[in-house]
């Protein structure tokens, strides 16, 4: 098990003049984790997650980062800070330069990089939140999401070990929700550490790794999600509401339907549980479908369009901001934009194929995850890797399948 990065020990805080918002809390947070913090309106999300890097300092008990006390002095506050990047619910306030480039380079600044490495860190930083080409561009005129991403930029400037997100989602419509969730993924994927607050459980459940319940000022219950948020005492206490794949899950097992140790967190986990036990164990389609990737930065202009072209009837997917900007670019129609993975795993289970454009290391991701679908559910979907393969046609469809095929759901 890694090792502890952030921990809470007793720690209490009272607004000036206000109640106490936090009423004796103890936790801890491990490296690589993804954890959110769960509850609504007024419960100290916020106060709390300003204790992580210093911003508030308890009234009573400890925060302790990487093991050592936080200490409030300008000279450690400025350590922890660079090591624990806070991203505020709402950009504007976070965003402070005339252009995008001068407000990514501000941390680099002060931290006394010389000019190159500052170039150098504001590439890495923007070409990870997909910004690259924007450094000129004035921030206050780009979009809500394009403005979150310029704040993650900055923060990711100084290279955090921790990333706090203060409800992350707030002002993004649900496509830039789903896009901004899954920067995050990615960005856990690269070694952060991620902290969120949120109310909405239905963000929660799938993402975190664990949950911690907030009300009130205190921990109502901290654990995996489906056992934080499938006790309806705990939920209630917490003035939330039981996940819906949840509440399906314990309905199905009500009817009969084996339910497995590890609740279904995605409408592909839901699928398998029902399909296996009303197929009983076998897949309704008897040739699972194939899943080619391809990472966009690597292939030539125009390859992926004929490639498509070629193939009637496969449905295409991109993930990250580049995935599907090069999509824009090429002209390529995308049936899925957020959750492909598993959309492209129901797509291969109903015998149908799909191409996941992405970037980087997400490629290794999309193998990784329909790996471990094929080991837990005995599915082998095969997965094939555009940039390296040279084969036929992938497609398993007759012609007369294909034209009936809408690769949409
Ligand atoms: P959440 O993020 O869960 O919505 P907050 O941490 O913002 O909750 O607030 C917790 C409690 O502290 C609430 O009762 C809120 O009214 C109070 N509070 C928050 N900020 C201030 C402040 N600046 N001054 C006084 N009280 C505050």
């Known amino acids: 098990m890694s090792s ?13 003049r206000g109640r106490e918002a936090i009423t004796g809390i103890s936790f801890h947070v491990r490296r690589g984790e993804k954890i959110a913090l769960v509850g609504p309106n007024g419960a100290g999300k916020s106060t709390l997650l300003q204790m992580f890097n210093g911003m508030i300092r308890p009234d009573s008990g400890v925060m302790l980062f990487d093991n050592e006390e936080i200490r409030y002095d300008t000279r450690s506050l400025r350590q922890v800070r660079r090591r624990v990047g806070f991203l ?34 504001v590439a890495v930083a923007l070409r990870q939140v997909g910004l690259e080409g924007f450094e000129r561009r004035p921030p206050h005129h780009l979009s809500g999401g394009e403005k979150k ?43 952060k550490t991620i902290i969120i607050s949120t109310h909405d459980v239905e963000l929660a459940y799938p993402w975190a790794d664990r949950v911690i319940l907030l009300a009130d000022g205190r921990i109502i219950r901290e654990d995996v999600p489906d056992v934080a948020f499938g006790n309806p005492t705990y939920v ?3 003035h939330l509401s039981i996940p819906v794949l949840l509440e399906l899950s314990v309905e199905l097992e009500k009817r009969g339907f084996t339910i497995p140790e590890r609740k279904p967190r995605s409408v592909l986990d839901m699928v398998h549980i029902i399909e296996h036990q009303h197929s009983h164990g076998h897949c309704c389609h008897s040739a699972p479908g194939t899943i080619t990737i391809c990472n966009v930065d690597m292939i030539p202009d125009g390859t992926i369009p004929a490639w498509v072209q070629e193939r009637p009837g496969i449905a295409v997917g991109a993930m990250g901001t580049r995935a599907k900007q090069c999509a824009a670019t090429e002209q390529i129609a995308l049936e899925f934009t957020y959750g492909v993975i598993d959309k492209c795993i129901l797509r291969a289970l109903r015998g149908k194929d799909s191409l996941i454009l992405t970037t980087g290391n997400m490629v290794g991701r999309v193998s990784e995850r329909v790996e471990a679908y094929g080991k837990e559910s005995g599915n082998t979907i095969r997965v094939v890797n555009l940039n390296t393969a040279n084969q036929p046609p992938v497609t398993g469809l007759t012609n ?5 095929d809408d690769p949409s759901y």
Do not use: C, W
Request: hydrophobic fraction near 40%; avoid cysteine.
């Open 4 to 16: 502890i990065i952030l921990e809470a020990r007793d720690v209490r805080y009272r607004y000036p």
């Open 88 to 121: 505020l619910q709402n950009p504007d306030r976070q965003i402070i330069a005339p252009t995008v480039y001068q407000d990514v380079a501000f941390g680099p600044v002060n931290l006394g990089y010389d000019e190159a490495a500052v170039k150098e860190a």
């Open 149 to 191: 991403r310029v704040a993650i930029a900055g923060v990711l400037a100084m290279d955090p070990d921790v990333l706090v997100f203060d409800e992350p989602t707030t002002g993004l419509d649900p496509s830039g929700s789903e896009d901004l969730m899954e920067l995050l993924d990615e960005l856990n994927h690269d070694g």
């Open 236 to 238: 209630r206490m917490a």
């Open 400 to 404: 007369e399948e294909m034209k009936k």
